[in-house]
């Protein structure tokens, strides 16, 4: 498996400190691909958070990760593609974790709440990768806009997958499409003003996306 298909996780934990070794008794090369590619994604991500898409460059990128200008080029085409890059592990991220929670518990009542928080406790743990690959998607280059609605798209689908499922009924369209831009906008909102989703308006987003679906009844 090449560093490019590994799974996100790979790829968005920690890199390595310091220099990395080389040599005969240093990291084998997808080792230390691996290691490279993490340290401009996240870097990508924190010059993004901090600048913004549009004023963020390479220079600022391989400045961050401390990583040189060939380095960059042999593994990036250019500032779009390293970002797309991070953006589509940390959507398959999130996509799996609330994939994988919607079919954990045995008792149908507990699995979208426990998606949901799922879901925000994933974007909670490294709010510098959601700030730059959540917040700043849409403000992005058209390519990264369409890969951002399309990663909406899919998440919106297993949600409406598993609510057909679980009451009969599919979802209507426009519904769900509303629930869903309520919800990234809202999370947007909350990583640029407060930097993290606490717990009060994760229980807030849940009870909002239950009664939008008809999940709950309003008393």
Same mark, same amino acid.
């Given at each position: ?6 799974? +996100? ?13 080389? &040599? ?19 870097? #990508? +991500? *924190? ?9 963020? #460059?390479?220079?600022?990128? @391989?400045?961050? =990760? ?10 990036? *085409? ?7 890059? &991070? ?5 398959? =991220?999130?996509?799996? %974790?609330?994939?994988? *929670?919607?079919? $954990?518990?045995?008792? $149908?009542?507990?699995?979208?709440? $426990?998606?949901?928080? =799922?879901?925000?406790?994933? /974007?909670?743990?490294?709010? #510098? ?7 700043? *998607? ?16 899919? !998440?919106?689908?297993? @949600? ?9 009924? $599919?979802?209507?369209?426009?519904? !769900? ?10 999370? @947007?909102?909350?990583?640029? %003003?407060? &930097? ?5 308006? @994760?229980?807030?987003? /849940? &009870?909002?996306?239950? /009664?939008? !679906? ?6």
């Amino acid at each position: 498996m090449s560093v490019k298909e590994l799974p +996100a996780d790979a790829l968005l934990t920690p890199a390595m400190p310091g220099k990395l070794p080389r &040599g005969a008794t240093g990291l084998p090369p997808e080792a230390v691909e691996l290691e490279q590619r993490k340290r401009l994604v996240r870097a #990508t +991500a *924190a010059v993004v958070a901090a600048k913004g898409y549009a004023q963020t #460059t390479v220079s600022d990128i @391989i400045k961050q =990760a401390g990583v040189s200008r060939a380095t960059f080029y042999a593994l990036f *085409a250019d500032k779009e593609d390293c970002f797309l890059f &991070g953006f589509r592990k940390l959507a398959e =991220a999130h996509f799996r %974790t609330m994939q994988e *929670a919607l079919t $954990a518990s045995h008792d $149908a009542s507990l699995q979208f709440p $426990a998606a949901m928080r =799922a879901y925000i406790d994933r /974007i909670n743990a490294d709010t #510098t990768l959601a700030s730059a690959f959540i917040a700043e *998607a849409m403000n992005a280059s058209p390519t990264i806009q369409s890969q951002c609605i399309q990663a909406q798209q899919r !998440l919106a689908q297993t @949600i409406g997958n598993w609510i057909e499922q679980h009451t009969g009924q $599919a979802p209507q369209p426009a519904r !769900l499409s509303l629930a869903m831009h309520g919800l990234t906008g809202y999370i @947007i909102e909350q990583l640029t %003003t407060t &930097g993290v989703i606490s717990c009060d308006s @994760i229980t807030a987003m /849940i &009870g909002f996306f239950e /009664i939008s !679906l008809g999940l709950r009844k309003t008393s």
